[in-house]
């Protein structure tokens, strides 16, 4: 009795208690972000414990007794704001607030903030959850975290990517070719022929807000993708800073070693990766090419000033970098808000790349080696980088102007010594002094604009323009026979002293789009149409060239070697003359232009659902010349097409925090430049690589199906299944040429089918033991399962321009696709501490692993070539030691695996050799330390 009269007075006590609590209820929105709910924010009774977090869609509860209050809206990188509320028994009051990130004023400071809105890694994942499209993010607060230094290397953290040497991203096993590249949502150029993007190792992570990556196809976007379109979203404004970074780096093997160096290279411009206009195609030759004769002095001045064939000699100096980022935000009346940004950035890197590299010809007997050397490759390359930004922005209206300037050089001196052209010699000697030089400005301006005031009506538009030039000026080669330490015996004529020029200039590119979004319906407008246009059109033009020599034989120190061409040029033992032909020169013309639309609808609380259409029209010209008279009219060669490229993206919310989601689409592909160029690219050691000009667009279908979970604001756990059919898919192969060198051209196949599993998990570790609450782990893993259909005939164009029907080269009639992976891994583990309260450190350690895949396909009997799996493991110590100074050490590849790839000999002609290994070469272990300030 005793004891239910306990339970019962309790009761009436805990009755009574609520009875007499009020409630605080209301949302937070976030100001940088266009006033979208602000989620995973703190909110506090100040002076008390009692607080509580926003969910996903910026919205509190709290119930507390009543009185007087102050409550406390905080979220890390923005200001707290403090609001006064009276709380009533039995009541519920709403408090509504928005949080920005602070900024100047023109008369005062205000706050200086950190952080960047949607650039935490928090607000991507609530992007990711919360968008119906399938796609993920990483922004510049994670890139910081894991010690990432450019784009690329970022990107590979993301479920199903890859970093494949200087061959650029693999999405889900598949090649560049089938990537597409965006800056702020429009179209970008490549500057570099041999890449069908701009290689994204030369994008800092400081210019940069975040990378969304579409692996699915949503109208918006151009349908020339397969693999994944990256949308690069230029930095805003998020606080007022100055920072300067210096960093350092030294690698084992490569940093400290003798290094060989271009002449022109080894002066204050080439440190700067300004050299080049000394390596300039001599201006007496002309805009046409000819079969010029060099006078005496014409001969002499080509080889004088470090225009010549000599090389320094001396030690590699460690890597550099020097980063400034400068952005002010200012506040004015009637809150228009204006900012800028300035980012200027430069990096160098010396490497030294030694292995084997070898080629094998066809013999009914069985496969030989036609090269067998061991080559020494010194590698010296600069990258320079600046971003201007500009923005402005009102309630209703966002104006942004952003200018980028991207220039690299790589300075190569590369040294073959052994076996060349099956010849019994094994002392041949063969060096090839190249620079690769590129330009790239892009200038764009944006705009977004409410139409009504309640913004459910909105028009976003933008154009950029942009130019880009690729040069391999005076690309040098060198061939003879070693006869002692540095002593080649040589003779003039043929290609024992030949230089290249290699322009391609992209004369203009430019890309506009334009959008009208319309959100309609009675569930708080969550309906959207969108109805849009973007396209994006290119002129650009190649010049190849070459300069050879004849005359007498001649032995000589290699590195010092204009001394002796200078003497044998005054004694009349020598002649240069240019020697190039007809195909010189290409231009190639494309054009895309696309109208879309596209409509969201949501179905009660569970179903939502994108579909739309695009239809894009391309045209691809290819003006070029056959063997003949060097000012022949240009014969041209026409690829158009007309695409309807249909898109679905269904998503079910099975819980607040699980969603399901199904993707379905067409698209196409495009292949990359010098991948269809109509010109033969020679090197040294006799192979080349030969575009083909009628190469076919793939058409690819695609399907993807995804399970997510949420458990909290940073952990995900994702399980997904994807398909691809791709018709005409486009490979790399080798072939064998009339001389028996290897050939590096591309075709297309009949089809292929590709199938993977995708997961990915990020938790925190404090779920197995409160002790390691301080960690995280992040694994993201890829199987996958490729079959190519190869078709028993294809088509052949010769010099003439004359196609004709072929059997089938290839060796193999079903095979795996060329560049896919069986699976491939990556993880991080991150620990965060603070040493004290003003002191913060986050160690992570980087790991990633590919599966052996097809490097090249194989043909006339010989099995494929293979590229082996190679461990990257990667430590970064990240340390915020104060308000202005900030440390970041990072140690990476620290299992140092030989990088290689290998002949198979699953092939009907077998390899008759002691050893499969077709090239090899160590990166070497790298240390850097980077030390920043900010003012």
């Given amino acids: 009795m005793k004891l239910k009269f306990l339970f019962f007075t309790l009761f009436i006590c805990v009755i009574g208690f609520s009875q007499n609590k009020g409630t605080i209820t209301g949302i937070l929105l976030d100001k940088d972000s266009n006033n979208q709910p602000l989620p995973f924010a703190n909110i506090l009774i100040k002076g008390t414990k009692i607080g509580a977090n926003t969910d996903v869609n910026g919205k509190y509860s709290i119930i507390i007794t009543p009185g007087n209050y102050i409550i406390q809206f905080s979220f890390v990188g923005y200001e707290t704001k403090e609001v006064s509320v009276t709380v009533v028994a039995d009541k519920t009051i709403e408090v509504n607030s928005t949080l920005g990130s602070g900024s100047y004023t023109l008369k005062d400071v205000v706050v200086k903030s950190n952080g960047g809105g949607r650039e935490k890694e928090t607000a991507l994942l609530l992007e990711q959850k919360n968008a119906v499209v399938i796609k993920q993010s990483i922004g510049a607060q994670e890139m910081s975290r894991k010690g990432v230094s450019d784009v690329e290397e970022g990107l590979t953290k993301i479920t199903g990517i890859t970093k494949v040497g200087s061959r650029g991203l693999f999405v889900r096993g598949l090649e560049d070719r089938y990537n597409n590249l965006l800056i702020n949502d429009l179209a970008a150029p490549t500057n570099n022929p041999f890449s069908k993007i701009v290689p994204l190792d030369l994008f800092p992570t400081n210019i940069v807000g975040t990378i969304d990556v579409y692996k699915t196809f949503n109208p918006n976007i151009y349908g020339d993708f397969a693999g994944g379109t990256f949308n690069i979203q230029t930095s805003k404004v998020n606080k007022s800073i100055t920072k300067l970074n210096l960093g350092f780096g030294y690698t084992t093997g490569n940093s400290l070693k003798d290094f060989l160096l271009s002449q022109d290279a080894e002066t204050t411009q080439g440190f700067w990766g300004f050299n080049g206009s000394e390596r300039a195609l001599p201006g007496f030759l002309g805009e046409t090419a000819s079969r010029k004769t060099f006078t005496t002095d014409q001969a002499l001045n080509s080889i004088n000033n470090d225009k010549g064939f000599s090389v320094s000699e001396s030690k590699s100096p460690l890597n550099t970098s020097i980063n400034l980022l400068h952005a002010e935000k200012f506040n004015w009346k009637n809150d228009q808000i204006f900012s800028y940004l300035l980012s200027i950035n430069y990096d160098n890197n010396f490497a030294v790349r030694e292995g084997v590299d070898r080629t094998i010809d066809l013999q009914s007997s069985g496969s030989k080696y036609v090269n067998n050397f061991i080559t020494t490759d010194y590698r010296f390359k600069t990258t320079n980088s600046a971003l201007v930004g500009l923005n402005y922005g009102t309630d209703r209206l966002k104006l942004s102007f952003n200018t980028l300037y991207l220039r690299t050089t790589l300075n190569s001196i590369k040294d073959q010594y052994g076996q060349a052209g099956g010849a019994a010699p094994q002392n041949v000697y063969l060096r090839t002094n190249q620079l690769d030089k590129s330009d790239y400005l892009n200038a764009q301006l944006l705009g977004e604009y409410a139409i009504t005031k309640d913004k459910n009506q909105t028009i976003k538009a933008g154009a950029s323009f942009a130019t880009t030039k690729y040069d391999q000026p005076d690309r040098k080669f060198i061939t003879g026979f070693k006869t002692g330490e540095d002593i080649i015996s040589s003779s003039y004529g043929g290609n024992n002293l030949l230089r290249q020029y290699l322009t391609v200039d992209g004369n203009s590119f430019y890309s506009t789009m334009a959008e009208y979004n319309l959100k309609f319906g009675n569930n708080d407008k969550q309906n959207k149409l969108t109805v849009g246009y973007n396209g994006n059109g290119s002129m650009m033009e190649s010049s190849y ?391």
Avoid: C
């Fill in 545 to 935: 060239r070459f300069i050879s020599s004849a005359g007498n034989g001649f032995t000589t120190n290699i590195n010092t070697i204009d001394n002796q061409i200078t003497n044998d040029i005054l004694a009349n033992k020598v002649v240069f003359s240019e020697s190039s032909n007809a195909t010189y020169k290409v231009k190639l013309d494309e054009m895309a232009n696309a109208a879309y639309t596209n409509l969201f609808l949501k179905f009660g609380d569970k179903f939502e659902v994108n579909g739309g259409i695009r239809f894009e029209s391309t045209l691809k010209e290819t003006h070029y010349r056959t063997l003949g008279s060097f000012d022949s009219t240009f014969k041209v060669l026409k690829y158009d097409n007309n695409y309807f490229l249909p898109s679905l993206n269904v998503k079910y919310l099975m819980t607040e925090t699980a969603n399901i989601r199904f993707a379905a689409s067409k698209t196409y592909t495009r292949p990359v430049i010098m991948e269809s160029f109509p010109i033969s690219y020679i090197n040294a050691d006799g192979t080349s690589t030969q575009g083909n000009s009628i190469l076919k667009n793939s058409d690819n279908y695609n399907a993807d199906l995804k399970y997510e979970l949420f458990p909290t604001a940073k952990e995900m756990i994702t399980v997904g299944l994807f398909g691809k059919h791709i018709i005409n898919p486009i490979e790399k192969t080798f072939i064998s040429n009339a001389t028996t060198g290897t050939v590096t051209t591309f075709l297309n196949s009949d089809n292929a089918n590709l199938f993977g599993l995708e997961t990915e998990l990020l938790i925190g570790l404090d779920r197995i033991s409160e002790n390691l609450s301080n960690f995280s782990w992040g694994l993201n893993a890829t199987l996958m399962s490729s079959k190519v259909t190869v078709s028993p005939t294809f088509e052949s164009i010769d010099e003439d321009g004359i196609i004709t029907v072929k059997p089938s080269i290839e060796t193999h009639q079903s095979r795996s696709l060329q560049g896919a992976s069986d699976w491939l891994v990556n993880s991080d583990l991150k620990y965060e501490f603070n040493l004290n309260k003003d002191w913060s450190n986050t160690i992570s350690l980087v790991y990633g692993v590919f599966g052996k895949r097809i490097y090249a396909v194989g043909t006339n009997g010989q099995d494929h070539t293979y590229e082996l799996p190679v461990q990257q493991l990667n430590f970064v110590w990240g340390s915020k030691v104060s308000e202005h100074f900030d440390l970041k050490f990072t140690a990476d590849n620290l299992l140092n695996p030989v990088r290689k790839l290998e002949f198979g000999n699953d092939g009907t002609i077998k390899v008759a050799e002691n050893s499969l290994l077709a090239n090899s070469y160590k990166k070497g272990i790298g240390f850097s330390l980077k030390l920043g300030y900010s003012f």
